[in-house]
């Protein structure tokens, strides 16, 4: 469980600093919008990382019996 959730964080940040260095040129750092919409970016990237721990987990308990 440690191991999916050290993952999924390290899936937030690169996502946020993916999309942090795409718009940063173009974008108003002070605006709320933009901020969102990094968040949202990033925290779609970290739950597309759970899911697939989630179910590497399963198939190898699968696998397991």
Do not use: C, H, W, Y
């Amino acid at each position: 469980m440690k191991d999916i959730i050290i993952r999924a964080v390290k899936t937030f940040v690169q996502g946020f600093l993916g999309a942090l260095m795409v718009t940063l040129p173009s974008s108003d750092l002070t605006n709320k919008a933009v901020i969102k919409s990094m968040l949202i970016g990033a925290l779609a990237g970290g739950i597309s990382a759970v899911m697939n721990l989630i179910l590497n987990l399963l198939k190898k308990e699968e696998n397991k019996n």
